[in-house]
């Protein structure tokens, strides 16, 4: 069975750290992109960041980059948010998911294929003082 | 302010069919791929649409998915209550160089 649980957060003040892991199995970790996703309470889901399987593509959504630091360590299949600086506006429920980010066509061309197939059960980050 | 475009709220009767849009630009939409995601209060997403119209398996063939142009729609027909969730469309915008989320749409079945 794919799973995926996620762990690392909690409450803490605006302008510290915070790491969320996802620990990953029931599947070939290292072959997929990885993404993850946050939801702030009663509003709707926000991108934050992906990785390829390879770790070779990263994007983050702008309101984090530069201060969130996504990886991944394939031999230990887990995914790693690296959150600094957090702000009140960071907080949220955070979920891990598998998914396509990315790739080759049949033909060979690259196409923006976009979406997640997995989800975890997320974990809730709170940015208080 | 979601870069892609949802109605918020959309409702039909049981056994009937909704329509759920989603808007978009030719960064996202008119040149990537959309999914689309049901979400039940308390629970996490589950993938219901990929590549525009591909259904994961497992998914009923009563969710369809669609694209023309900057625009893609979910199509549910024979409502069941069981089908009253939020439903998100999501894809790739490449003037971003991020993953978009439209706003999302709850759907009430009468």
């Known amino acids: 069975e794919v799973q995926l649980v996620e762990s690392g957060g909690g409450l803490v003040q605006p302008g510290t750290s915070l790491r969320l892991s996802c620990a990953a199995s029931?599947?070939?970790?290292?072959?997929?992109?990885m993404h993850w996703v946050r939801q702030a309470p009663g509003k709707g889901l926000e991108w934050v960041s992906g990785i390829s399987g390879n770790s070779g593509t990263i994007a983050y959504v702008d309101s984090v980059r530069g201060r969130f630091i996504i990886s991944r360590d394939n031999a230990k299949n887990s995914l790693y948010l690296q959150m600094n600086s957090l702000r009140v506006e960071d907080m949220a429920f955070y979920y891990c998911a598998k998914g396509v980010f990315g790739g080759y066509d049949s033909n060979g061309y690259y196409q923006d294929y976009f979406y997640m197939d997995v989800w975890g059960k997320g974990t809730t980050v709170t940015v208080s003082s | 302010q979601s870069v892609l475009t949802q109605p918020p709220s959309v409702s039909a009767a049981a056994g009937q069919k909704v329509i759920i849009s989603c808007s978009g630009s030719?960064?996202?939409?008119?040149?990537?791929?959309v999914s689309w995601y049901q979400q039940f209060p308390g629970t996490a997403p589950k993938l219901l649409i990929y590549d525009n119209n591909k259904r994961p398996s497992g998914i009923p063939d009563r969710f369809s998915g669609s694209k023309s142009g900057t625009s893609a729609t979910l199509d549910i027909t024979g409502l069941q209550t069981g089908d009253e969730a939020d439903y998100f469309c999501g894809t790739w915008d490449s003037s971003l160089s991020s993953g978009v989320f439209g706003g999302g749409t709850k759907l009430t079945v009468l």
């Open positions: 030719s960064s996202n939409i008119g040149n990537s791929y």
């Open positions: 029931g599947f070939n970790f290292d072959e997929y992109a």
